[in-house]
């Protein structure tokens, strides 16, 4: 994906780049949800930035369900081998559950709050780290250059 706003900005360094946003060292782009929009955050007016997660908990509540079930089938007398073939739905749910997290990340500018559009965790752990850095380096190169 062509990142239209980083082009304009000549000099900056990319720290950390993903379906999220980009983070270079002054700003952040974020990517909207249809992916052809972009927003250009400064870090300098950056106040925070949050991880939201989204979990599906149905498909882990149906999951354990569907263990009891298993559980009980296997025990039972009468269960006729049904245990593990429902024991194996129960893992579809579990992996189905997995696969269907997503994470979101908050960014916090005074009152105002803007959020990125849905990706994996890792993306979203990673660009929340890059920054953070990001805006400590900044704060301290500013610190720096009023003393």
């Keep these: 994906m062509a990142n239209l706003l980083l082009e304009a900005l000549s ?3 990319i720290l950390e780049s993903n ?3 980009t983070v270079t060292e002054n700003c952040v782009v974020i990517r909207g949800v249809d992916g052809r929009s972009q927003m250009l955050i400064s870090l300098s007016s950056l106040s925070s930035v949050k991880i939201l997660k989204v979990a ?3 498909l882990l509540v149906i999951s354990s369900g569907l263990f009891i079930l298993s559980a009980a089938a ?9 245990g593990i073939p429902i024991a194996l739905v129960g893992i ?12 979101y ?3 916090t500018i005074g009152r105002d709050q803007t959020y990125s559009r849905p990706g994996t965790l890792a993306e979203a752990s990673m660009l929340a780290t890059a920054l ?15 003393r």
Excluded: N, P, W
């Design 74 to 82: 296997f025990c039972s007398k009468e269960g006729d081998g049904a």
């Design 19 to 21: 379906s999220l946003a």
């Design 105 to 107: 990340l908050a960014f």
């Design 11 to 13: 000099g900056e360094e």
């Design 132 to 146: 953070r850095s990001a805006m400590k380096a900044q704060r301290d190169t500013r610190d720096h250059t009023l």
């Design 92 to 103: 579809v749910f579990v992996i189905a559950y997995l696969m269907t997290r997503k994470a």
């Design 56 to 58: 599906h908990a149905r």
